[in-house]
């Protein structure tokens, strides 16, 4: 095995180390960049229903309150208003989602599913805190959840959500007497979640990911031509002309000239070192002759 193979050899092994520990370490990156954007689109459309409830509490309410002691108005509660403005933009993003879902809800619209009861029971017990941001597969690929509790702390909230002996009668005949009742003070009672999709950030890290390696290995390519002429040059050319003029004088063309010894280094020593014997040897022949 000739040494510029095994030079190649340990180079292409070293480079395919690093290639793979560059990989890794990028598409680590990218996909958090990626996750990174999602969670922000995330909080963005939760404050945006934060806005959207605060606004109806503070300008829709009062205008209908007149209205709504007559006849229950579901648009003047802060969470119909949040939840049925992202029911619209959803026509457009199908795949964008805002709930406010409860365990029991007095909209049956409201109700949690499974996935989304785990979550808010998770609330419940304290396994998780404040904010829960996690990622799951959907039919349309992964979508990144933004959960936050849903706690009662205004006692405003129970004068329609403790019994139904005590709630409007309107929204009692809107909605039945089976959901809604029993909340309590501090109790959390449901969850804010908003579901946004990760498919367009993550093929976006894909293609960033691929057009990197790609440059990467073709740059790898390049520094292996440029490091095999160099070699060739410096090491491999000196080596072989010394290795033949070795040949030459072990079959006894003790004529052939001395190899001029350039520059500094490994290669020039090694070269000096070969001559000082070649000239020892001469003066031996000489000697015993």
Known sequence: MSLRLKFNMVLLVALG?????IGWILWGFLENTARDEVLAKARVMRQSALAMRSYTADEI??????????????HTVPSYAAQENFR??????????????????????????????????????GRISDE???????????????????QIKNEACLQC???PEVAPASMVQLYGEANGFGWELDEIIGAQIVSVPMAVPLE???????IVMISLAAAFLVMLLIVNTLLGMVVIRPIVKLS????????????APEMKASGGGEIASLTDSFNRMR???ENALRMIE
């Open 132 to 150: 829960h941001v996690a990622v799951r597969d959907t039919p349309l690929g992964q979508s990144l959840v933004l959960a936050h509790p849903i």
């Open 88 to 125: 619209r933009v959803s026509e457009a993003f199908d795949d964008y989602a805002y709930k406010e879902a409860a365990l029991n809800p007095t909209n049956p619209a409201d109700q949690a599913n499974d996935w989304e009861e785990d979550i808010i029971r998770a609330f419940r017990s």
């Open 279 to 281: 000239r020892s040897l």
């Open 204 to 210: 976006r890290a894909r293609e960033t990911f691929i």
């Open 61 to 74: 309410r009062p205008l209908l309150q007149t209205i709504s002691a007559e006849r229950f108005l579901p």
């Open 161 to 163: 959500h403790s019994t």
């Open 17 to 21: 180390i690093g290639y793979a520990i």
């Open 244 to 255: 033949d003029l070795a040949s030459e004088i072990s079959l006894g063309n003790l004529d």
